[in-house]
């Protein structure tokens, strides 16, 4: 009895310890691209994403992204929380109602959402997303 105790609490002991990842867009795969022809309403912004972290499920993710002027449709599946590094851009909604965000700004995008994001300025974020699905 007394070995059980012991296998137990060293399995209950390994599920509590934390697992720390530290991320750093230094250290992922950078990914360039261009927006498709049916989101551009203006410009044709290059964009740059850096995933650092994805979970095992694919639907919790962290990383970096950046985007030169342009503005284009966006429709959220997902919910997403932004801290803007550098930059300034305008996020609009489907009713016409603006919100600028700049360099410092924090925010959340709930699934969902949909509207337009204009690039006024070059704009790089810290992303965090979870994806339900659809």
């Not at 965090?128 to 659809?134: A, K, L």
Request: hydrophobic letters at 35%; proline letters at 4%.
């Amino acid at each position: 009895m007394a070995e059980y105790i012991t296998q137990s609490r060293s399995a209950i002991a390994a599920m509590t310890e934390l697992t720390f990842l530290k991320t750093d867009p230094d250290d992922a795969q950078r990914e360039q691209y261009w927006l498709p022809a049916e989101k551009l309403i203006a410009g044709n912004p290059k964009q740059v994403v850096w995933n650092t972290y994805s979970d095992q499920g694919r639907k919790f993710f962290a990383g970096m992204w950046q985007s030169e002027v342009g503005k284009w449709r966006i429709r959220y599946t997902e919910e997403e929380y932004c801290h803007l590094l550098q930059g300034v851009s305008v996020i609009t909604d489907e009713r016409g109602k603006a919100v600028t965000v700049s360099a410092g700004d924090r925010f959340v995008i709930p699934r969902g959402f949909t509207g337009t994001w204009e690039v006024l300025e070059p704009t790089r974020k810290i992303y965090v997303i979870y994806w339900v699905g659809e």
